[in-house]
């Protein structure tokens, strides 16, 4: 009879920036899923779950020694059927800073053409036992239906015109540490709602901690019914600015703004682009933020881009891999207790 | 020819002549030789068949007005025999079939390939739709007359809306002249292009581009204007919007010459089927809202909506195994087309009488068929439904080669224990007693 000493096959402890993690886990944790698919569904304590343990996960991530174990032995597939050098990289880093093995797999639109469904993917992908697949797809709810034919963790990183969820986490939380808090605020969502996983994301978080939640947009960029989502619809910028404590600025795509959508770029930058001058209607000490890459002079003017007194969007960045830290963690909790 | 038929002691339901009472059935020659409450046991002549009906119901076969089968090019799809097995176990006996094909039903000798094909088959009735437009393009006039003259029974670019106005005036015109019927796909392609499901809180949440409910009703209302310039018929077919049944409402009362139909899908379910990204609640034209939903009962309930259809549209698993958008449309009917509908009469929304015209005499009717009736020297194309029977809607239970149902694991109420087609028993369930 062989004997396992299963004490000797256990990751060394991991030192920093854990005791949120200890603590959730001592005191059974509000997230306890498998897949973070959408902000959909999530409870507030599931959020603050994430966020708290997130909230660790900055202060590693700030010092010299960045490298934990509590993923050693695990594989994350980055699985990218739409190109996001930002995203990925934030995944990546998150996952190696865990202790992961981290494999990146662009799918170029091309194999699709081949005739490789998504369920044909996801199923070779199953076969070589990852522990986390995180998924990009340009479809909605292509991520949810990957999950469906996979054993592993699954991570939406985007997925069409749906969700986003770890970009409305890593907002979350680059309001809740520079503003003490998310509920009562009033926050403006400002672009091209229409298209945007971010927004959606964003609307069900804001709405779920409690935030006021208004998206300024012309009509041709909002979707049908968006009040239906607890948001308020605004098409005037200096009213949808009015009193805001966050701004939250989105990427027009270039595709769009030449006349299908909006008639030019410099119209759409008249009415609708951040400046100074409209961002006086906010409240003084209004944060700015973007889920990047900027389009300058599009949606945002560059000197409130690069305003570092206003501007958050180089938070967001440090955010969003602590965040991508927080949900990895998480959603190998259960796999990580039956090892 | 088969032997005689003796059907007794059923629920005589003839919607055309108000029949509603108990009685027989004699078949001679596939044809009713007689019926009534005097057609009983003894009137048997030697060597029939002697069916006793006892607590069922006798109606006519169904006309489906629009089905899609996999041939020619789409085989693995469904074939002439799987759908017409569906059709007979569903109750239907005549069908409609639609010309998107590949290649299409454009030519008489398309036309007349479709009804080689199905008499072979040996099951239901088919009748060839062929296409306005040459290739269904929405730009040259197909031959209408000559595809006529094949046999064809309307003219449609069946999934595909004649877009261009000029294009359908001259088609509703020609038509008129033939006496033919012009069958319209209600949905203006240029607001419905890219568009995945109905436009509304339920797509913008799910991030799904939408097609609007204006999209049916722009399409509807111009046709209505063309129809007044030219004269002759029209069907809209599928409607599924509270202001689609209105203006064809407010049409009728001006008196215009127009008809239409709505689907049971549409009849019984909602957007709210999507939630989860669910493929087999795809389809064309897009489920709507609940209020549309009362809506167009309602037309169906005060005679606005003519007719049901099945829209009858098989897809293999691998068009439907994927993300929503990439997911092709439609659901498949024919099997469900009457379980289904009779939910409205269980639910007291129309009278059972009422409902089986909207199945058999109102669409013969539209289409010309010499169907849909219990009539002497009529067809004898023959249902006998339980009502009191229960069936459950599974991949196993369904005879299409395809399964993308929306009803998957309903219960429906009413089941169609026995079909004849020219008094020739075509189906028959087998009690799982």
Redesign the interface.
């Known amino acids: 009879m062989i004997r396992v000493t299963t004490f000797a096959r256990l990751p060394p402890r991991p030192r920093a920036g854990t005791i949120a993690a200890a603590m959730a886990l001592a005191n059974e944790p509000a997230f306890a899923r498998q897949h973070l698919l959408g902000i959909e569904g999530l409870s507030a304590a599931e959020i603050e779950d994430l966020l708290d343990l997130a909230d660790g996960f900055v202060e590693l991530n700030r010092q010299s020694e960045k490298k934990l174990q509590l993923l050693r032995g695990r594989t994350l597939i980055n699985l990218f059927f739409e190109p996001s050098t930002r995203t990925q990289t934030s995944f990546e880093l998150a996952g190696k800073r865990l202790g992961a093995d981290v494999v990146n797999m662009a799918v170029a639109r091309s194999s699709v053409v081949k005739g490789e469904t998504l369920i044909d993917t996801a199923m070779t992908l199953n076969a070589m036992h990852p522990d986390v697949l995180v998924v990009r797809h340009h479809e909605s709810g292509a991520v949810a239906l990957l999950a469906r034919h996979v054993r592993c963790a699954v991570i939406n990183a985007g997925d069409g015109a749906h969700e986003h969820p770890t970009q409305a986490l890593l907002d979350a939380l680059t309001i809740r540490r520079r503003k003490g808090r998310i509920a009562g605020l009033v926050v403006a969502i400002c672009g091209d709602i229409l298209h945007s996983r971010v927004a959606r994301s964003n609307i069900l978080l804001l709405r779920t901690m409690g935030a006021r939640v208004r998206v300024v947009a012309p009509p041709t960029l909002l979707p049908r019914a968006v009040e239906s989502l607890g948001v308020e619809a605004v098409t005037d910028m200096q009213r949808g600015l009015e009193d805001a404590d966050i701004v939250m600025m989105l990427r027009l795509q270039s595709e769009r703004m030449q006349g299908s959508l909006v008639p030019s770029v410099r119209e759409y930058f008249h009415f609708f682009g951040l400046t100074h001058e409209k961002l006086r209607a906010a409240k003084p000490d209004a944060m700015i933020m973007h889920p990047g890459p900027m389009n300058r002079g599009v949606e945002i003017d560059g000197v409130v881009a690069d305003d570092i007194n206003r501007s958050a969007i180089l938070d967001q960045v440090e955010m969003g891999v602590a965040v991508r830290m927080a949900v990895l963690d998480a959603t190998t909790r259960r796999l990580r207790a039956q090892a | 020819m088969s032997r005689p038929v003796l059907i007794v002691d059923a629920r005589l339901l003839d919607p055309a002549s108000g029949l509603d009472r108990r009685g027989g059935v004699l078949v001679v020659d596939g044809r009713i030789a007689e019926l009534g409450p005097q057609v009983t046991a003894a009137l048997a002549p030697p060597g029939s068949e002697l069916v006793d009906a006892r607590g069922l119901c006798l109606i006519p076969g169904l006309v489906d007005l629009r089905a899609s089968f996999g041939e020619p090019g789409a085989e693995h799809k469904e074939r002439f025999e799987s759908g017409c097995l569906a059709a007979v176990a569903g109750g239907v006996t005549s069908l409609a079939l639609l010309p998107d094909t590949d290649p299409p039903i454009d030519d008489p000798a398309m036309v007349e390939f479709v009804a080689r094909r199905a008499r072979r088959a040996k099951l239901a009735k088919v009748h060839p739709q062929a296409a306005v437009t040459r290739g269904l393009e929405g730009r040259e006039l197909a031959e209408l007359g000559l595809l006529k003259a094949a046999g064809a029974v309307a003219f449609t670019d069946g999934f595909k809306a004649v877009a261009d106005a000029r294009v359908m005036r001259r088609a509703l015109a020609y038509a008129s002249m033939l006496d033919a019927l012009v069958v319209q796909h209600p949905e203006e392609p240029s607001l419905a292009e890219g568009g995945v499901m109905n436009?509304?809180?339920i797509?913008?949440?799910?991030?799904?581009?939408?097609i609007?409910a204006a999209a049916e009703v722009i399409t509807i209302e111009r046709d209505l204007r063309l129809l007044e310039l030219t004269g002759g018929r029209l069907h809209v077919a599928h409607v599924t919007t509270a202001a689609g049944v209105a203006a064809i409402r407010a049409a009728k009362a001006r008196g215009l010459a127009v008809t239409c139909d709505t689907t049971p899908h549409h009849l019984l379910l909602t957007e709210a089927e999507v939630e989860?990204?669910r493929t087999f609640a795809k389809v064309s034209p897009p489920l709507r809202e609940e209020t549309d939903r009362e809506a167009v009962i309602a037309g169906l309930v005060d005679g606005t909506i003519d007719a049901i259809a099945s829209d009858h549209c098989p897809q293999d698993q691998?068009s439907k195994?994927?993300?929503?958008?990439?997911a092709a449309f439609g659901v498949i009917g024919l099997q469900t087309l009457l379980s289904a509908s009779l939910e409205l009469v269980f639910a007291g929304r129309i009278g059972l009488l009422e409902l089986v015209r909207r199945l058999t005499a109102a669409p013969a009717a539209i289409l010309g068929l010499e169907a849909g009736r219990l009539a002497r020297g009529a067809p004898a194309d023959l249902v006998l439904v339980d009502l009191e029977r229960s069936w459950t809607v599974t991949e196993k239970s369904l005879f299409s080669l395809a399964k993308n149902t929306p009803f998957e694991g309903r219960t429906f109420r009413g089941k169609v224990v026995r079909t004849l087609v020219d008094g020739r028993t075509v189906y028959e369930a087998h009690d799982p007693l």
């Open positions: 436009e509304g809180p797509a913008s949440r799910l991030g799904l581009a939408g609007p989860g990204y691998d195994r994927l993300p929503f958008a990439q």
